[in-house]
Structures are given as structure tokens and as C-alpha cells.
């Protein structure tokens, strides 16, 4: 049986609005296994954004258990959960989330100051092979506001990588490009999927791209709806 690196198990989240309380999601189970590619797709205000960032470990349910790579998420701190970010998860955003005042590379290299054995050579040269990696090797040096969308996304999955996180979560990854730099950017993202055993989680509401996912859940008024299994992606 395939080893699942996140369950979800009744997981449910609640907000107070005007002081009425609004179910955003109804006990959702769910599990995502090691080295998959699912895609999470619903209309807007079907909780798909809510259980990225609960999946994720940036929120916390408000009932309900999460485990991700071992860990009983729901029960830690918030900073066991940041723990369980640094050494496990990657994002990439569909606004990018690159720091403007530095150079691509210095973006890069972000995730690994974080961590406590930070070298400074040996991170500068693990960026630069991830930029030569996703073709920007020549942009190094350059910042954000010179750098296309489609420079700027392959930054951002340099930097998600860099650190060889378990899972990647992707929200709407493609959003902000054009259909050509777009595909140019899911190639990439499945490519490295593949090569690297990352679990990739994707935020879309590209139909197209859910379908080059192995598996497809639907989100319909906070409730999965349908999980749809799609063909593994040639």
C-alpha cells in the first residue's frame, strides 16, 4: 500500500462572522501519498484556498486531525508547526512572493538560511546550480522587478526546491502568466515532480491543469465532492 504523507481526518473549519459562525469546511478526509501529484479545484468560496493552508500547516482546524509526514500537526505548537515547514514543506504562490530588494539568487537561498547548519558558500552554490537548473543561471544577480513572470515563478520554484522539502504546495501556480509561460512552468513543475519524488499539491481553477494531476478532488461548499483519478501524466 502507498504510504500517505498528509491525512486529513474529519477536518473542519469554523469562522465567527458578525458573530455568526460560517463553516468554511465540513470533516474532510484525505490523504495524499508520497511522490504524488494532486489538484484541488472548486469555485470560488468552495474552501480550497482554507484547506491548502490547513493541509500546509499555516492554519490550524478548528476540529478534526492532520498529519503530515509523521506528525500529529493538530496537536503542535505554532512553532513545531513552523518546525514541520522548514524541514518538509515548499511553496510556490501565484503572486510569487519574491522579496523585490534581493537578486534572484539571494531569493533562492532564502529556505536554507533558516536553517541551523547555514553555510554561506555552500548555499550560494546549491542556488546557483538550482537557477542553472531551471534555466536562470544568466539572471542570477538580477532583482524581481527585471525578471518576466515566467522568470520570476522559476525563481520561486528554485527557492521551494532548494531545500528538498517532501511536498511542494502550489497555489495557482500559473495564475499570473500567459498560456505559452504557463505550460513552459507546468512542464517544469512536473518534470521535477518526477525526478525528485516531491509530493506536489496544486491549487487551480485551470481545468487543464488538474487534469495532468494523478489525482483530482473537488471541493463543492466546503465538502469533497468528487475525487476524480486522471491518467499518470506521460
Not at 500537526?73 to 513545531?80: A, G, I, K, P
Not at 503572486?95 to 536553517?115: I, K
Request: aromatic share 4%.
Amino acid at each position: 500500500m502507498p504510504q500517505a504523507i498528509i491525512s486529513a481526518q474529519k477536518v473542519t473549519q469554523n469562522i465567527q462572522i458578525n458573530q455568526q459562525n460560517l463553516t468554511i469546511l465540513k470533516e474532510i478526509d484525505l490523504e495524499i501519498y508520497a511522490g504524488e501529484q494532486i489538484a484541488i479545484t472548486g469555485r470560488s468560496g468552495s474552501g480550497k484556498s482554507t484547506l491548502l493552508g490547513i493541509l500546509a500547516t499555516l492554519d490550524r482546524p478548528s476540529d478534526g486531525e492532520l498529519w503530515v509526514c509523521g506528525k500529529a500537526v493538530h496537536s503542535l505548537t505554532e512553532e513545531q508547526r513552523a518546525q514541520v515547514r522548514l524541514e518538509n514543506i515548499g511553496f510556490v504562490f501565484q503572486s510569487f512572493q519574491l522579496l523585490p530588494q534581493l537578486s534572484a539568487l539571494e531569493n533562492v537561498m532564502l529556505p536554507l538560511r533558516l536553517q541551523p547548519n547555514f553555510h554561506f558558500k555552500q548555499a550560494e552554490q546549491k542556488a546557483l546550480a538550482w537557477l542553472e537548473r531551471v534555466g536562470l543561471s544568466r539572471q542570477a544577480q538580477q532583482t524581481p522587478k527585471v525578471l518576466s513572470g515566467g522568470e520570476q515563478q522559476r525563481v520561486a520554484i528554485a527557492r521551494a526546491l532548494i531545500a528538498e522539502p517532501k511536498i511542494i504546495f502550489a497555489d495557482e501556480p500559473t495564475g499570473n502568466l500567459d498560456g505559452q509561460t504557463a505550460e513552459e512552468i507546468e512542464q517544469l513543475l512536473f518534470d521535477l515532480n518526477r525526478e525528485l519524488g516531491t509530493t506536489l499539491v496544486l491549487v487551480t481553477h485551470d481545468q487543464n491543469l488538474a487534469a495532468l494531476c494523478q489525482r483530482h478532488v473537488k471541493l463543492v461548499d466546503g465538502q469533497i465532492q468528487e475525487i476524480v483519478k486522471a491518467e499518470e501524466r506521460i
